[in-house]
C-alpha cells in the first residue's frame, strides 16, 4: 500500500504515468488522456498490450469498476472478461465469497491470494497481447457453468452497433460469456461512447446495464447514445 500510494503521488505530479503493476518514466511522446481528449481513440485501430492499455483513463475506469462492484453479492457466479476496466474491479471483489469465470490470466491472479474467491480460468489459446484466452475449447467448460451476472468492456461502444471490439477472437470470447449469463452489464468509460470498432460483442438487447463516468465529460452524441440505450430499456448509471 504504501508504494501504491508513492505512485499514485508520482502520477498525480505527472512524474510518471500508471501501467498494470506498476509506473513508467513519462516522455515527450507520452500522451495522458483526460477528460476533454480523446483518450483510447488510438486503440481501435492497434492490438495494444494490455500494460499499455492499463495506463489509460485510470481514474474513470477506477470510478466505474467501484460502482459495478457493488452489484456484485456473496454467493455469485460472476464472470469477468480480460478488459482493463474489470481488471480493475478486482481490488473491490477480494472480501467477498463469489466465484469468477474468466479468461484472463490478469483477473485470476489478482484472486490468487484470496481464500474465499473461487476462480474458474477458462482454457484455450493464450492471446499475448491481452494475457487472455481465446478459442472454441471455453465453450464446453462453460456449458457447465451458470454464471449469475457478466462484466465486460471493450474498446468502443454505439447504439448502432452496441459493444465492438478490434479483434475478432476477443468479441468471441465476450459472446461466449454472454450466452452463458442471466444479467450482462458494460463498463464503458466516456472515451469509448459513441466510437465502433470492426467486430460485435453485444447489442442493447443483450445488455442489462451501463456503466459509465460522468455526464460533465460527455458531448451531445455521446448523450444522445446513452439516450437511445435507455430509450430501449436499459439502464444508465454514472459512477462520478
Given at each position: 500500500?504504501?508504494?501504491?500510494?508513492?505512485?499514485?503521488?508520482?502520477?498525480?505530479?505527472?512524474?510518471?504515468?500508471?501501467?498494470?503493476?506498476?509506473?513508467?518514466?513519462?516522455?515527450?511522446?507520452?500522451?495522458?488522456?483526460?477528460?476533454?481528449?480523446?483518450?483510447?481513440?488510438?486503440l481501435l485501430h492497434m492490438d495494444v498490450p494490455i500494460e499499455e492499455r492499463f495506463e489509460y483513463s485510470?481514474?474513470?475506469k477506477q470510478s466505474?469498476?467501484?460502482k459495478a462492484a457493488e452489484l456484485v453479492e456473496d454467493g455469485d457466479v460472476i464472470a469477468m472478461d480480460p478488459s482493463t476496466t474489470t481488471l480493475h474491479m478486482c481490488s473491490y471483489l477480494?472480501?467477498?465469497?463469489?466465484?469468477?469465470?474468466?479468461?484472463s490470466l490478469s483477473v485470476a491472479l489478482q484472486f490468487s491470494n484470496t481464500k474465499n474467491v473461487q476462480v474458474i480460468l477458462l482454457g484455450g489459446n493464450l492471446r499475448k497481447s491481452s494475457l487472455s484466452v481465446v478459442g472454441t475449447q471455453m465453450n464446453e467448460?462453460?456449458?457447465?457453468?451458470?454464471?449469475?451476472?457478466?462484466?465486460l468492456s471493450s474498446h468502443a461502444f454505439s447504439f448502432e452497433c452496441g459493444l465492438t471490439d478490434f479483434t475478432m477472437d476477443e468479441s468471441q470470447v465476450k459472446r461466449n460469456l454472454i450466452a452463458s449469463s442471466k444479467n450482462v452489464y458494460v463498463l464503458?468509460?466516456?472515451?469509448?461512447?459513441?466510437?465502433?470498432?470492426?467486430?460485435?460483442?453485444?447489442n442493447y438487447?443483450?445488455?442489462?446495464t451501463v456503466f459509465t463516468d460522468s455526464e460533465k465529460y460527455m458531448d451531445e452524441r455521446q448523450m444522445e447514445c446513452l439516450k437511445k440505450y435507455e430509450e430501449a430499456g436499459v439502464k444508465v448509471v454514472f459512477s462520478m
Open positions: 500500500m504504501t508504494i501504491h500510494r508513492d505512485l499514485r503521488e508520482l502520477a498525480e505530479n505527472g512524474e510518471v504515468s500508471r501501467v498494470y503493476g506498476g509506473a513508467k518514466a513519462i516522455t515527450r511522446q507520452d500522451a495522458a488522456p483526460g477528460p476533454s481528449t480523446d483518450g483510447g481513440a488510438a485510470i481514474e474513470f466505474i469498476a467501484a477480494k472480501d467477498k465469497n463469489i466465484s469468477v469465470v474468466t479468461p467448460m462453460l456449458d457447465w457453468i451458470v454464471i449469475s451476472k457478466c462484466f464503458v468509460d466516456h472515451t469509448k461512447i459513441g466510437r465502433e470498432a470492426s467486430y460485435v460483442a453485444c438487447r443483450n445488455i442489462d
